[in-house]
């Protein structure tokens, strides 16, 4: 018995490699300095506003809005898809407009409601505040915060730059705790309402080779737990997604099969199906939600095991990774 669970350990780290990241909106490219904006990006966010609907009146609007940071593409689209589907208005936050306008069009003509953008980079200190002020200043009856955005890469920690760390910490971590701050006052204004943040199974072990991306995935599966804790009387519902192996590409799809096969394809969730999970079982006031049925077998494993022991696995499964490359 035991050599079977080490084995599915192992097999689990293993696909972790391919696609642990899979549904982030980000990714580290060496050494670069990821703070530094395009010059096109900054003029994005400064003129964001000329992009927004101007006929947004929500005093009389009795249709729930949800905020979706990061949800212009990936798992953030799917949540905002199964939002819509139970007819939410939605406020998607990405960098790209060029992201954002595609999704708002899908959304709008696919399930004929409200979707408003706001393009700003969510790892910027003041971005909470101006978010915040944009929902509070239109009455944004808002019911659901999803804190979706997240930066993931190939490469981790002794690779990269101390910027390019931050810049990581401050986008996986900082922004879904000031984004949930800041929009509090709202969600208890309109309560019940529920707070969603995005974490991944990396969340529930180390992983030496994925090590800060890990670790703020850690941080925020503690985080929303003892979020759930402190706004239990303000019926204010916190749950955490952590997912394992996501297709939200085609070339992840194909190399997960080609490493693992049959194994690996059962344990992946495609995006659209890891949204309606994740949106279903936040309104049903889950604290924690791994879609997929392996997935959750092997979280439950990942998590009665000592740390020490996963991860070494993680380890070895990596290095054995990166010796076949």
Avoid at 286 to 308: D, E, N, Q, Y
Wanted: glycine share 8%; aromatic share 8%.
């Amino acid at each position: 018995m035991k050599k079977m669970i080490f084995l599915l350990l192992i097999l689990f780290a293993r696909s972790s490699v391919q696609a642990q990241t899979a549904g982030e909106n980000f990714s580290l490219n060496g050494n670069r300095n990821l703070m530094d904006l395009t010059s096109g990006d900054i003029s994005e966010i400064r003129n964001f506003g000329n992009y927004l609907d101007d006929s947004v009146n929500n005093s009389g609007n009795a249709s729930p809005y949800a905020l979706i940071a990061g949800g212009s593409k990936g798992i953030g689209f799917a949540i905002a898809e199964a939002l819509a589907k139970r007819k939410y208005n939605l406020i998607l936050v990405a960098r790209h407009m060029d992201t954002l306008i595609a999704a708002k069009n899908k959304l709008e003509s696919v399930y004929h409601v409200q979707v408003d953008v706001l393009s700003f980079d969510l790892s910027k200190e003041e971005t909470a505040g101006e978010i915040a002020k944009w929902c509070t200043g239109k009455n944004i009856p808002l019911k659901m915060l999803c804190n979706v955005a997240g930066l993931g890469g190939a490469e981790d920690y002794l690779s990269l730059s101390l910027d390019s760390l931050r810049y990581m910490v401050r986008l996986n971590i900082e922004s879904a705790m000031a984004l949930s701050l800041t929009l509090l006052p709202l969600l208890e204004k309109n309560a019940p309402s529920y707070i969603l943040n995005v974490a991944s199974m990396a969340g529930l072990a180390p992983i030496p080779w994925k090590n800060i991306y890990s670790a703020t995935k850690a941080a925020l599966v503690s985080f929303s737990y003892a979020l759930r804790y402190q706004l239990r009387d303000k019926k204010v519902s916190v749950s955490c997604l952590a997912p394992g192996p996501v297709y939200t590409h085609l070339s992840i799809e194909i190399e997960t099969k080609k490493q693992l096969g049959r194994f690996g394809d059962l344990m992946a969730v495609k995006p659209k199906r890891v949204g309606e999970v994740a949106v279903r079982k936040t309104l049903k006031g889950r604290p924690l939600i791994v879609p997929g049925t392996i997935a959750r077998i092997m979280s439950g494993v990942i998590r009665f095991f000592p740390k020490r022991w996963v991860t070494y696995i993680y380890g070895k499964a990596g290095d054995r990774n990166r010796k076949k490359r």
